[in-house]
């Protein structure tokens, strides 16, 4: 399926604010307007990097006062995700390299604590190791942790997410690859857009590297579903921030779009954020 997607955020500054942001998919073209202008001005300093983990990550100069940034793009996805039940745990000894850093505890994913060990055993049960144990914790989460808004803040992890017994897609995310990676199977944060969610934001699930491939697992959806444009993906939130500012800033608005593309529907050229 071909999804045409986006974001358009307004943002307000005192003083000019350089800003490291992931607003651009790792797959797909895309086209920037700036002030309802085509790309950055060379006052901008746009620069664009990839990250350790492969992500795109765009830096530039949020001058003083309202800057509007809109993003467009169009990107190939599946309808559907891979489910495979009888995915086996792959010992970490005979891990690829790449996964082990996923194993560890980081910032908003404690799992080297004996707290989380402990509910991860209780969450499986006698689920076989790999993907059902995988399976098992993404359907507690649905179950027994309530999502809503404003119980959560930038610094709340996983261990507080329990505590709560609430929070959004952020926080389920933590929770389940915090419980994955304390039963020694590689867990990764992902952020992106989900076609049709409801209601459309930016959206983050967890994946779960299982017989030598990642899967995804989505505790805010009650079915698997394709459809996703993937941003970045990294240890935990503070891997993929869509938006990290060095001065003072605001975020007056987001909006976020996932739509499937209309057949006539007109293609446009990779542009890397330069002004037309």
């Known amino acids: 399926m071909r999804v045409q997607a986006g974001c358009e955020l307004s943002i307000e500054t005192d003083t000019a604010s350089p800003v490291i942001a992931m607003l651009r998919p790792r797959d797909g073209v895309a086209k920037w307007r700036i002030n309802d202008r085509s790309g950055f001005e060379r006052s901008h300093g746009f620069d664009e990097h990839v990250d350790s983990f492969g992500n795109r990550c765009q830096r530039f100069v949020v001058p003083k006062g309202l ?18 039940p009888n995915a086996p745990a792959i ?8 996964t082990l850093q996923f194993l560890l505890p980081s910032r908003y ?15 499986v049960g006698g689920a076989a190791p790999g993907y059902a144990q995988a399976e098992a914790i993404r359907r507690w989460i649905a179950a027994h942790l309530e999502y809503r808004y404003g119980v959560s803040n930038a610094s709340t992890d996983a261990q507080d997410t329990l505590a709560h017994g609430a929070g959004v897609c952020r926080d389920f995310a933590h929770v389940g690859i915090t419980l994955c990676r304390a039963l020694d199977i590689p867990a990764r944060m992902v952020v992106g857009w989900l076609h049709d969610l409801k209601p459309m934001d930016m959206h983050a699930w967890f994946e779960a590297y299982l017989g030598g491939t990642w899967y995804t697992f989505d505790a805010t959806q009650s079915a698997p579903r394709g459809g996703r444009v993937v941003i970045a993906h990294g240890r935990d939130a ?14 007056l608005s987001l909006r976020v779009w996932a739509d499937l593309e ?9 542009d890397l954020g330069h002004a037309a």
């Not at 010992?91 to 790449?98: K, S, V, Y």
């Open 67 to 84: 800057t509007r940034v809109r993003i467009d793009t169009t990107v190939d996805t599946t309808p559907d995700i891979k489910v495979a």
């Open 91 to 98: 010992d970490p000894g005979a891990l690829p390299a790449d």
């Open 109 to 123: 994913c404690p799992s080297d604590r004996s707290a989380m060990w402990e509910q991860a055993r209780n969450v």
């Open 238 to 251: 503070a891997d993929v921030a869509f938006l990290t500012s060095y001065r003072p800033l605001r975020t």
């Open 262 to 270: 209309c057949p006539a529907a007109r293609t446009f050229d990779d």
